[in-house]
């Protein structure tokens, strides 16, 4: 047998005990939890250092998550720390890079009240959970941001959104919320307050924490179930910016306006206009950062995600007219994401 007949001979089963091919790749998502759990729930931090910041008095904190092949600090990276320690936040930043040079690592530590460089295990939920270990005293926080690095920004200063995020109204915040096959906040942006710091349940899920390496299993278990069992505990769930009140608003403007009889509109923009309100229509979920990403900015909403412009999923036409659409409404460089996307971005013109 030829060792190309042998690697497809083992194919299959590989992809189906290892593979992370679908939500739905149960085996995969049990093998991987139970390579975890043999494991347990050691940090996977191999470094720190300690910021610039004074972190031991720190009441409120931001939990950073960057990744980079090279373990860069990009601009737009730093500006996000600037933007987060002027909302009164000290910031942990905490890198899954494969490596991480001193020379970046200097980079962040003026922006910063500790940096980690840890192994990517358990991916950005990992990395929020080894961050939140390294906060000197939890038990003091008043509250508590996970954030990562999928998205620019932040537009518009963040100390009046966090404001309107009032512990009154609901114990953990999300930017944006998605219905996707459950409703929950999406995790690019986490806001605990001190209620939620202190729950049993919460605090028992960062000290017994595994580092599963699935996304299938992160995704159904974390970005998707985290919001439900979060209530389970008598805890509240709000997002800034309600899915509901973004479809709403697409429809209304798209119907009020004659948008799909308007001749002038490319036929592509019209098709998609066509299908988000079909989508609209039936109820079926639509990604709020990837569809209704300029009618957020317009709003104020604070960030932009990076695979809009990476990957542009939905194809979105006249994709390139971001630059003016952030301009337009805020203070912010576009200049900071267009530096980034030369670094990354392959085969488009952003």
């Known amino acids: ?9 083992i194919k299959w089963p590989w992809r189906w005990v290892f593979d992370q091919r679908e939500r739905k790749d149960y085996i995969a998502q049990f093998t991987s939890w139970t390579i975890a759990t043999l494991i347990g729930p050691r940090s996977m931090v191999r470094q720190t250092w300690d910021g610039k910041d004074n972190l031991a008095s720190a009441r409120d904190v931001a939990i950073l998550v960057t990744w980079d092949m090279k373990g860069r600090v990009h601009d737009f990276l730093i500006e996000h720390m600037k933007a987060l320690k002027k909302a009164g936040r000290t910031v942990i930043l905490v890198s899954n ?5 001193e020379d970046e690592v200097a980079k962040a530590l003026p922006h910063c009240g500790l940096v980690a460089w840890r192994h990517n295990r358990g991916y950005d939920f990992g990395a929020y959970r080894d961050g939140v270990l390294l906060v000197p005293d939890y038990d003091r926080l008043d509250s508590l941001i996970l954030i990562n690095d999928s998205i620019y920004g932040p537009f518009q200063p963040l100390a009046p959104l966090l404001k309107k995020a009032k512990a009154e109204k609901a114990d953990v915040w999300g930017m944006t919320d998605s219905w996707d096959t459950r409703w929950h906040l999406q995790s690019y942006f986490l806001f605990f307050h001190a209620a939620a710091l202190r729950n ?6 960062w000290q017994n924490w595994t580092h599963v390496q699935s996304k299938s299993w992160i995704i159904n278990k974390l970005e998707i179930g985290l919001t439900g069992r979060i209530e389970q505990q008598g805890l509240k769930c709000a997002a800034l910016f309600p899915y509901r009140s973004q479809v709403t608003a697409f429809a209304n403007t798209v119907r009020d306006n004659e948008m799909l009889a308007d001749e002038s509109l490319p036929e592509p923009h019209r098709r998609l206009l066509e299908r988000m309100l079909e989508l609209a229509d039936a109820g079926a979920p639509m990604n709020p950062c990837h569809f209704f990403w300029d009618q957020l900015i317009v709003q104020g909403f604070p960030f932009m995600k990076r695979e809009v412009l990476t990957a542009n999923p939905i194809g979105m036409p006249r994709l390139y007219e971001w630059s003016d659409v952030v301009g337009n409404n805020s203070k912010y460089d576009p200049d900071l994401v267009v530096r980034h996307l030369r670094a990354i971005a392959k085969n488009r013109v952003v």
């Open 1 to 9: 047998m030829s060792w190309r007949r042998y690697v497809r001979w």
């Open 97 to 101: 890079s494969p490596e991480f040079p």
């Open 200 to 205: 049993k349940w919460v605090k028992a899920l």
